[in-house]
């Protein structure tokens, strides 16, 4: 018996095929996103860590845990005794990143998390991993400055200094490319949450806007459009000078 080889002409074979948006999706899900993924791991990990150690709450819900993790200018400046004779030396500067590492709840840590998740996946798949991490980072750390310039009193922590660096970055990466934001969600997204830091009670003013600041700057160049080219030095340098920027002034406002 004689096997027969099925034969498509080239017009079908064209039609058969996927439209474009639809194979960039697909060739899009193939593309590894492991900085999106490690960092959700190690904000969970940290949020599960101190749920596991620190029974003993401060005031208001705040841990011993938070306080030594968290950020505050007072602290910084000046240190902190605790009841149990313990104290924290000032100068802590790890405290810049640590406390965009720590959430007050679960609900904080979901909703920084589903963003983080939401805006890394896209973020890491068109800027690559490297230059999202370095995206991040500049981002934590422009909102920490903010905390430090901005925000009075208490310990501020968690991950949406970061997140909003993130958002704001791909909003103006997305009106550079002539998108109109407000059609992807991202644009009403960060709307919403602005309007959000501005009328709630006990939501970082600082953290929030420095980090959506620290980000935009990053985004204007990282994410330029293809019809208007930056050097590929810039999409590295970009995120590097608001790390060191944001560094140096941190140093400078506590004193």
Known sequence: MQATVGSHCLDC???????????????AATVLTPVTYTLIALNVAVFVWMAATSTNSLSGGVTKAHARLGLSKQILRLGVSYSDGTYDSPHEWWRLVTSGFIHFGVFHLLMNMLLLYQLGMLLERAIGSTRLALLYTASLLAGSLGVLLVDSGGITGGASGAVFGLMAGAAVGLHRRGVNVFSTGIGTTLLINLLLTFTIS????GGHVGGALGGA????????PSWKPLPKWAGWAAPTAVIVVSLVASVLVVG
Request: glycine content about 12%.
């Open 13 to 27: 074979a064209k039609a058969g095929r996927p439209d474009t948006a639809t194979r960039v999706r697909h060739a």
């Open 202 to 205: 006990g939501i970082s003013i």
């Open 217 to 224: 700057a990053c985004g204007f160049v990282m994410l330029a």
